[in-house]
DNA sequence: GGCTATTAGTTGGTACACAAAGTAATTTAT
DNA sequence: ATAAATTACTTTGTGTACCAACTAATAGCC
């Protein structure tokens, strides 16, 4: 019986970059779940957070443009938000059409929370920030080079 | 008003290696789906063949460790691939809480044409070889960071 | 001004992903 | 040999993701 797997086999799991995306970003998203759930967050909702902290006020279309998500993912996401107590949602006064989601003060007390979980992570991962930075900078180029 | 983002902000949505990772991850999946459409698969369905051509036999454990995933999400989808025709899902006589997972002669028949498919992502991402590895060898070290 | 096209969000459907509860078969410990 | 513990898988519930169809509001065009 000839070898299931030769030297030159492009199908082999272990070497698609596709399956060690999927894994890693899994696993990394895993190390946050314990972190998260003090506050009742998921991991997508943390990151919805973390953009309306830097850019509030944002629409659900501002929000999906910086999550790289469509409406029909925040939508359902950000009601969550607010039933959380974390945003408010109200249409936009000079565009009906608008959500405008803004922070609730307690969304805004969070943020000092959050702010322990970078380093935490880092931390967990135990990998040296120089390596941490040349990943990012490598998942940028591929996030670019997959812009359709 | 003070800028938002300082230059020491921990929680800048884009400097967050988890928010690159888990869109790097979808947008590399995103490319896979017009090519997985002709054959009927989702991207994790896909990364489930890839398995079984390498190593089939498979039991939905052994699936769960090779692909990290629990039994929990692998029993509906092998069930899809079972109604795709793919596979073959049947108790192990010598223990039958074990499901013995194989490939239909269909399901065989398909690696021919997916072995088109690696080619074409890399040649889509237009990123150099060295550079792909690099990135699988980064991936791989944060799976190995992450784990439990 | 009124018709059309576009835009912003919502809703419903399919398919993961993960946790927790449940079932049936096998092991282990007595 | 049998009761208890473990194991393999299934099922159910929640929350994304993505697509497609839908609604309501605005913008463009004549």
Redesign the interface.
Known sequence: MEP??EPT?????D??????????????????RPLLQPMGLT??QY?AM??L???EPLSVKELGE???LDAGTLSPLLKRLQSLGYVNRERNARDERSLVVTLTPEGRRL?AE??KI??A?VE????SLS??Q???A??????E????
Chains 1, 2 share one sequence.
Request: proline letters at 7%; charged letters at 15%; hydrophobic letters at 55%.
């Open positions: 299931v797997t086999d492009l199908l082999a799991l070497r698609q970059v596709c399956f060690a995306l999927s894994i890693a970003s899994r696993s990394v998203i895993a190390l946050y991991h997508p990151l973390l953009a902290w830097q850019h910086l999550l790289q943020r959050a702010e970078p380093p992570i967990r991962l135990g990998m390596e941490l040349d990943l990012h490598v998942l940028s180029r591929v996030i080079a997959a812009r359709p």
